[in-house]
T-cell receptor, first 112, second 111 residues
């Protein structure tokens, strides 16, 4: 049972480049989330989705975009990467709005 | 806006000690609260989930309590082991769609 799978695990981007962080879950969860974690800080919510075709902004959405065309996939797109987007990105899912989270292993992104 | 804090920020104890990690939240209107463990460079592993109607949850040597009225949760680790060394995060789920995370407590258990 794979759970939540994130790719890539590591990536270095140059300022102004774009990329997509992939997230896939095989648990048929409706809810999916993207968080970023900066050193010494708690996780901050970027975007979330309550089901296919539905997405909404979290606390820190600027500079990111998401889509949810299927239940399984929730990619996060970075356009015009900036050094402030250097962080570790985590994808998570939950079955309902009141269940606990299952996390992916994270993507460590560095923008230089 | 919900805010979650954790005290202490770091803790170092000798092996075998019982210890308590604290989590506080500002808005008592929560659905549930979840404790996670994070090893360096790794993702988050769920430890315990306490629903708002529950007072505590137990798993092995771990016990988590929840007091909504005071806005507090504690994670009790019995007979600590070096393998327990990690960062422990608590997260409170509010009536929105997401968990609000604390900054974590970094635990070192010395052999």
């Amino acid at each position: 049972n794979a759970g939540v799978t994130q790719t890539p695990k590591f990536r270095i981007l140059k300022i102004g480049q774009s990329m997509t962080l992939q997230c896939t879950q095989d648990m048929n969860h409706n809810y999916m989330y993207w968080y970023r974690q900066d050193p010494g800080m708690g996780l901050k919510l970027i975007y979330y989705s309550v089901g296919a075709g539905i997405t909404d902004k979290g606390e820190v959405p600027n500079g990111y975009n998401v889509s949810r065309s299927t239940t399984e996939d929730f990619p996060l797109r970075l356009e015009l990467a900036a050094p402030s987007q250097t962080s570790v990105y985590f994808c998570a899912s939950s079955d309902t709005g009141v269940d606990g989270y299952t996390f992916g292993s994270g993507t460590r992104l560095t923008v230089v | 806006k919900q805010e979650v804090t954790q005290i202490p920020a770091a803790l170092s104890v000798p092996e075998g000690e019982n210890l308590v990690l604290n989590c506080s939240f500002t808005d008592s209107a929560i659905y549930n609260l979840q404790w996670f463990r994070q090893d360096p460079g790794k993702g988050l592993t769920s430890l315990l989930l306490i629903q708002s109607s529950q007072r505590e949850q137990t798993s092995g040597r771990l016990n988590a309590s929840l007091d909504k009225s005071s806005g507090r949760s504690t994670l009790y680790i019995a007979a600590s082991q070096p393998g327990d060394s990690a960062t422990y995060l608590c997260a409170a789920r509010d009536y929105g769609q997401n968990f609000v995370f604390g900054p974590g407590t970094r635990l070192s258990v010395l052999p």
